[in-house]
């Protein structure tokens, strides 16, 4: 099962269209965020760019936890693996949500992610989770900097990350997408 988490501006649909390219066989889970940021949807305010309002960041972890864990009840999905693949935004709530409720979410597969929790240490035991990140070396909006306190962070918490770096900047490329699809097999 796939639950995917659109970025900033996009919606459930658009990144439903990555659910064939990952894994065609795969249920598929894909909430809206339900922030707005000048009309386009998010899954937490900021209070710019880059800059996260981090007990949003908290708040909106916890709700998207809630669903899964509501939405595996409600169409007899508890006990079957599941992935949250996101994309920027997305990639951040998924990785706030496995970070706070590993429980809930202990797969992801991050596009363009970072560390969503500004200069606060939030994160819990993450034995046992499993997070591929895939950025771009010049990405302004996941600044390389972020990424890396984000994987150490992972690491020293017991996550089982995989680090893929390219040239680029912000956008699932080609190479991104091949190595998510190699991260939901792995997961599933």
């Known amino acids: 099962m796939l639950l995917l988490l659109h970025g900033t501006g996009g919606n459930e649909q658009e990144i439903s269209a990555l659910a064939p390219e990952l894994d065609p066989r795969a249920a598929v889970l894909a909430p809206r965020g339900r922030v707005r940021e000048q009309g386009m949807p998010r899954w937490f305010r ?12 908290v708040a909106r972890a916890g709700e998207l936890a809630g669903f899964v864990t509501a939405a595996r009840a409600h169409h007899g999905l508890v006990g ?37 929790f500004a ?11 499993q997070v591929t990140t895939l950025n771009g070396r010049e990405d302004p909006m996941a600044p390389l900097e972020s990424v890396t306190r984000l994987v150490e962070v992972l690491r020293d918490r017991g996550a089982d990350v995989e680090q893929h770096l390219r040239a ?13 699809r190699e991260a939901v097999a792995r997961a599933s």
């Open 46 to 57: 900021r209070l710019g760019e880059g800059v996260f309002d981090v007990d949003d960041v």
């Open 119 to 129: 200069d606060r240490d939030e994160a819990v035991s993450l034995d046992g989770v």
């Open 168 to 180: 680029g900047g912000h956008g699932i490329f080609p190479q991104d997408l091949a190595r998510g």
């Open 80 to 116: 079957r693996p599941l992935v949250a693949v996101g994309f920027s935004n997305g990639a951040n709530i998924a990785l706030a949500t496995a970070m706070l409720h590993p429980d809930v979410l202990d797969r992801v597969v991050a596009f363009s992610g970072m560390y969503p």
